[in-house]
């Protein structure tokens, strides 16, 4: 069932709350004067700003990361070898000796 209210599109979903969250809604609604709908459409707004806003904190902090990351570069310069691969070479050694049963 759809339904327009003040120029927004409402669906209709159904929620299972425990009885106590019902209950908890119910009494604020009542206190604030509107319906335990309108409230859930206000806490679930809310709860997906707030995890947008998370989400370009994550993005900030990749940028600064970046940055910080970019820094360290032009001071000091790249190490012209790559060590993850060293690393990994010289695990699967090991794991072939341990493998012939080598020490």
Not at 8 to 27: N, P, W
Not at 50 to 60: I, N, P, T, V
Request: include cysteine; glycine fraction near 4%.
């Amino acid at each position: 069932m759809l339904l327009e209210v003040a120029m927004t599109t409402l669906y209709r979903a159904q929620v299972l709350l425990e009885s106590e969250q019902h209950e908890a809604l119910a009494a604020i609604a009542r206190q604030e004067g509107r319906s335990v709908s309108d409230l859930l459409r206000e806490i679930v707004r809310q709860h997906l700003e707030d995890r947008e806003a998370h989400k370009l904190d994550g993005l900030q902090v990749v940028e600064k990361l970046t940055q910080i990351r970019e820094s360290v570069q032009e001071r000091y310069g790249t190490c012209p070898r790559d060590l993850v691969a060293e690393v990994r070479a010289e695990r699967e050694e090991e794991l072939e000796r341990v493998g012939r049963g080598e020490p």
